[in-house]
């Protein structure tokens, strides 16, 4: 591991990068990942594109305002930088939470902080006071760019020394009033390759979210290998989907993807199923993102109007966040004609690194490791296992997890593969298949939801004694949160009281979607939980 110079003042993030002999092997044998020394991203995607692709080229679009093209993106984007850098005192190398609904300037935010040198820190705008707090607390987090409408939830956070500015409102200290007086271009600050980009965030089995640290080349690295070798776009392209940018699968597919092949990309603050639909109409989008779930509700949705939306621009369908059941992949092409690229993907590599497009899909399975990028299926002890047995899927490519001082490093990382957590078989064809989650993580509707720390939020309603928490079969989402809850002497039960309790506690995809009420909750001899007997149960 031999870093180069870093650009930062501020070297938090470089001072808790993993040790080097907990580090991922990394490969960059394909001739696009040979980068610079000196690269900093947000100019990359941004500068570089205006000079290969012109200015006037559209780069964002929304649901009803205008269009904003690349070169108006760029004066945002300096200003925005003139503004983190003379007005509020960020250094290269502090770390800038970002928060908002999915928008042209949460986007030009990220790009603005990336030109600045700082780090990105993503989150969602559901998330709520606790949940960031703790992430503030584990990021050491010294600003905050918050859409004005979710200010709030931060607000409550009370994280010591967070300086926090809103945009989109009215007060003489927004951010985009004071970016309105700042001249229209800002050097970036000549990063290294290796400097840490930003910090995304995910949850673990125990609830402590983990902060993956990903480089200035890893962005430019997931663009290079997946957007270019599978899903190759087109400058043409209109990307489109429900991810939030707070998702490393949002960030790529809406702001990174489009941007690295000088397509436009049309960004939702509400993108369900139904919004979906008529958007990919009225803007004849090329290129969807989403999970399996929001394509299942749309089939239904197709089958329900009889036609009435225009989908036909689509040529490009990438599903990604769970796992994607042959039917419905079967079902979206016998209704489009269109092939779903499958994909899994994980936070601590930034995004795809198994797929397959085209005539290589395989339904069922996952697909081929992406170019650029090594997978296989190995035991417990990291032998790798024959061809159509299950075991742990070990990954590796120019991307690897780098956890934020966490000693769960070592779980994630061995003998330099990094081991996602999941099952898989590889078939004698060398297609990948999934099987299933090696842990306690719920998958539903895309939202990877830690069981423990939605367990620790329903023992903080005071009627609750004991609490466990499993993930239930759904079709529509593959899986549901279900509460078991043990209540305390004389407290009444009631899954409405329970529900309202959770969704002040937590992001509305972490709530229980269904309560179960027990006099006593499985354990061992020893008081250990058994959640297989109420797996059982589901």
Not at 195 to 217: E, N, Q, Y
Not at 263 to 284: F, K
Not at 393 to 418: K, S
Request: contains cysteine.
């Amino acid at each position: 591991m031999n870093l180069k110079p870093s650009a930062h003042t501020d070297t938090f993030a470089r001072d808790h990068l993993p040790p080097a002999d907990q580090w991922p092997d990394l490969a960059f044998d394909l001739p696009g990942l040979r980068y610079p020394d000196r690269l900093n991203c947000g100019a990359e995607l941004l500068d570089r594109t205006v000079e290969r692709f012109g200015a006037e080229r559209p780069v964002f679009r929304t649901a009803a305002g205008p269009v904003w093209t690349y070169g108006e993106l760029r004066g945002h984007v300096d200003r925005i930088a003139h503004v983190l850098t003379s007005d509020l005192g960020v250094v290269p190398g502090n770390r800038v939470l970002l928060r908002g609904p999915t928008t042209p300037w949460l986007a030009a935010c990220w790009l603005a902080v990336m030109k600045a040198g700082g780090v990105a820190v993503t989150v969602l705008a559901q998330q709520r006071a606790g949940e960031l707090a703790t992430m503030c607390e584990i990021a050491r987090v010294s600003h905050a760019l918050c859409d004005i409408g979710a200010v709030d939830d931060l607000a409550k956070a009370e994280v010591p020394g967070l300086r926090i500015t809103a945009y989109g409102g009215d007060a003489p200290d927004d951010l985009l009033r004071l970016a309105a007086g700042r001249p229209q271009r800002y050097a970036a600050v000549e990063t290294s390759a290796d400097d840490v980009a930003l910090i995304a965030f995910t949850s673990g089995t125990t609830g402590r979210p983990k902060g993956c640290m990903h480089f200035h080349r890893d962005v430019l690295a997931v663009a290079d290998t997946f957007s270019r070798e599978v899903l190759r776009p087109s400058p043409d392209d209109v990307f489109a989907g429900s991810p939030p940018l707070g998702f490393t699968f949002g960030l790529g597919g809406l702001v990174i993807f489009p941007m690295r092949a000088g397509a436009s990309a049309l960004l939702l603050e509400q993108a369900g199923p139904r919004q979906l639909l008529p958007a990919l109409a009225e803007h004849r989008v090329s290129v969807l993102f989403t999970a399996p779930t929001a394509y299942r509700a749309m089939l239904d949705e197709l089958g329900r109007t009889n036609g009435r939306y225009d989908i036909s621009a689509l040529r490009r369908c990438v599903s990604a966040g769970e796992n994607l059941p042959a039917a419905t992949w079967q079902s979206w092409h016998e209704r489009t004609g269109l092939g779903i690229i499958n994909g899994i993907g994980a936070t601590e590599l930034l995004h795809i690194f198994i797929s397959a497009a085209d005539e290589a899909i395989r339904p069922g399975t996952t697909g081929l490791p992406v170019p650029g990028w090594d997978a296989r299926v190995v035991d417990g002890a990291g032998r790798p296992v024959p061809d159509g047995e299950p075991g742990l899927l070990a990954v590796r490519g120019p991307v690897g997890c780098r956890y934020l001082a966490d000693a769960r490093q070592r779980e994630y990382v061995r003998d330099g593969w990094n081991f996602t957590g999941d099952t898989y078989v590889r078939e004698p064809d060398g297609y990948f298949r999934y099987v299933a989650r090696a842990d306690d993580m719920i998958i539903s509707a895309g939202y990877n939801i830690a069981g423990p720390e939605v367990e620790e939020a329903l023992l903080r309603h005071p009627d609750v004694a004991e609490a466990a928490v499993v993930g239930r079969p759904d079709e529509r989402r593959g899986q549901i949160v279900v509460a078991y809850t043990v209540l305390r002497e004389g407290a009444e039960q009631s899954a409405e009281g329970m529900r309202e309790f959770m969704r002040s506690e937590l992001a509305p995809h972490k709530c229980p979607r269904a309560f179960v009420f027990l006099s006593a909750l499985p354990r061992t001899a020893t008081g250990k939980l058994q959640r297989f007997r109420l797996r059982d149960l589901e």
